[in-house]
């Protein structure tokens, strides 16, 4: 007999250090760990989840996205303000940044600074599966596959209607859509 670490209950056929069958996550299938399962094709009984699940895992991708591009707009924002030739040194730009006033500096450092808010907050919401996140980036991606640039920026639009497939797939939808309704019920 052993004990489970986390419940504390005595179980026969448990090895020590492990979980019991209550305390262990459940197995996920690939298909739903990224959120394309449709649990209408199975005819098997779902087991019940609990209320605090992780999003699907390309959502929890696009999410962390979002956040890694806040911390990069917010420091192209600082090393403009510090260090604006910084930026021109890459040949992005043919003009001398080193003449802007603090000013215009730090005009720039607050919509980068508004930029990045909205990014980390649409991080946020989609971690919690908020719909409006879905459907800003639904937007957000329609709008980089059509005005993103030359028609040679061939990973800009792939990653832009990949973007789309996935968050306009059943499951993801379902998802996104539980959670509104779970969140509703709660009141």
Known sequence: MSD?????????????????????????EPAELFGLANSQ??????????????????????????????????????????????????GSFDTDLGRFSMFDRLGVLMVAAMFSLLFFAVG??????????????????????VLGGPPSAVVS?????????YLLAPGIRAAFYAKRESSAEAF
């Open 4 to 28: 489970c670490p986390k419940c504390g209950e005595s179980f026969e056929h448990l090895n020590p250090g492990e979980l019991c069958p209550d305390c262990r996550p459940p197995v996920v």
């Open 41 to 90: 094709d199975s005819n098997e009984e779902q087991p019940a989840r609990p209320s605090s699940t992780y999003p699907p895992l390309g959502v929890a991708i696009l999410s962390i996205w979002n956040y890694v591009g806040a911390a990069v707009v917010l420091i192209l924002g600082l090393v403009f303000v510090v260090y604006p030739s910084a930026l021109s040194a890459h």
């Open 124 to 145: 946020v919401a989609l971690w919690s599966l908020r719909n409006w996140a879905r459907w800003f980036l639904l937007l957000g991606s329609a709008i980089q596959l």
């Open 157 to 165: 639009r792939v990653i832009s209607v990949a973007t789309i497939c």
